[in-house]
């Protein structure tokens, strides 16, 4: 297997790991929320499932099914995963601030993964429309949650 795409599967292994794990997070949060109700716990526990782990996962996947190669692969997962315990950890400590932090480091991970969806080949159009749909879509997200905990970007709007 040449370099490049050695690389590559060893980025996409540790997305999907660390996305498992915030998503095993996830259900552990929805056990303790169902035995002892607190503010927020669904929020957090879909949060850690849905943005944590399989958006996590759909990112990593759709960028190996476009893109040889593995720029900026650490970066992507560091400011992933930080964005998506520093929100939570702004929601829960009612913190503004970490909730800009953490979108901030989303929108700046995304940025870098839509930068991977810009030059695929040829071949791989329509893999790359969806990819980019799914970063664009990911984007409005942030910037709406960021909204609803009444944060920047989203307070900006």
Not at 9 to 21: E, H, P
Not at 74 to 92: E, H, I, K, Q
Request: aromatic fraction near 8%; include cysteine.
């Amino acid at each position: 297997m040449r370099e490049p795409l050695k690389a590559e599967l060893r980025s996409t292994v540790a997305f999907v790991a660390c996305g498992g794990i915030l998503i095993v997070a996830g259900g552990f949060v929805a056990a303790v929320n169902s035995a002892a109700p607190f503010t927020h716990g669904s929020w957090l526990a879909a949060y850690l499932v849905l943005v944590g782990g399989a958006a996590q996962i759909a990112l990593a996947g759709g960028r190996a099914a476009i893109v040889s190669g593995s720029g900026c692969s650490r970066g992507r997962l560091m400011l992933w995963n930080f964005g998506s315990l520093a929100v939570p950890a702004g929601v829960l400590a009612d913190s503004p601030g970490w909730v800009t932090a953490g979108s901030v480091a989303l929108l700046y991970a995304l940025a870098l993964f839509a930068h991977a969806g810009l030059r695929p080949a040829r071949a791989r159009r329509v893999r790359t429309v969806a990819y980019l749909v799914l970063v664009v879509s990911l984007a409005a997200s942030v910037v709406v949650g960021s909204a609803l905990a009444d944060a920047a970007p989203g307070s900006w709007l």
